[in-house]
């Protein structure tokens, strides 16, 4: 099992910035992928980056050149770092742990959310 507790969401202005945490605990070892998603209202959760453990990453064209993903392997932890935030990027932001070594299933956290006032 594999426990996922995301941080560090809030209110920004426009052009501002936020950096959000992802923390796993449990059966971390199991981790392979981890990833950040959002879901606007009324909006289908969609993708933003993801981190494998040697640190490759991937991101969507949405959020390419202002979104950074990283990991410290040592802590469990994934961040996003968000810069040049709109109106558009408000929502919640989830975290996910992909177990590609034990369960092979996702583990989700509850989510943090991030409101960009214009």
């Known amino acids: 099992q594999v426990y996922v507790v995301e941080s560090g969401g809030g209110l920004v202005r426009t052009g501002g910035s936020l950096r959000l945490s992802c923390a796993a605990s449990?059966?971390?070892?199991?981790?392979?992928?981890m990833g950040w998603y959002r879901q606007a209202p009324g909006q289908e959760r969609e993708a933003l980056a993801e981190i494998t453990k040697d640190g490759y990453t991937n991101y969507e064209d949405s959020v390419k050149g202002r979104f950074t993903i990283s990991r410290d392997n040592a802590k469990n932890t994934v961040y996003l770092q968000m810069d040049s935030l709109g109106p558009e990027d408000t929502a919640v932001y989830y975290c996910k742990a992909k177990d590609d070594y034990c369960l092979h299933v996702d583990y989700w956290g509850k989510g943090t959310l991030v409101t960009v006032s214009s």
């Open positions: 449990g059966d971390t070892v199991c981790i392979a992928t």
